[in-house]
């Protein structure tokens, strides 16, 4: 099983920043693929981004150009730095392998004024 951690979750502005975390352990790291999902009130959850451990990357049509993922192998975590945040990018944030496995607790994300 994986296990993950997420934080970095809260309030923003539109318009603004925050950089959301992922410890990940419970898993070869180094050899699979990681990605970003999201579950907003009253919706399935989503996939918002991946990145393969070769390090190229592929992000879901909403988020592209705002959001960026990344990855370090040293200290087994996974980041979403979100920029330009929307009222409608407010969801539960998850990482998870790709395909995903069972799921951590995630970290809220708010956008509103």
């Known amino acids: 099983q994986v296990q993950t951690v997420e934080s970095g979750g809260g309030l923003a502005q539109p318009g603004g920043s925050l950089r959301l975390s992922c410890a990940v352990s419970?898993?070869?790291?180094?050899?699979?693929?990681m990605g970003w999902f999201r579950q907003a009130p009253g919706d399935q959850r989503e996939w918002v981004a991946t990145?393969?451990?070769?390090?190229?990357?592929a992000y879901a049509p909403p988020v592209k150009g705002r959001f960026t993922i990344s990855r370090d192998f040293v200290d087994n975590t996974v980041w979403l730095q979100m920029n330009s945040l929307r009222p409608e990018d407010t969801a539960v944030y998850y990482c998870n392998t790709v395909p995903p496995r069972n799921w951590g607790r995630g970290t809220q994300v708010t956008v509103s004024s």
């Open positions: 419970g898993i070869n790291f180094n050899i699979n693929n």
């Open positions: 990145i393969v451990n070769d390090g190229s990357t």
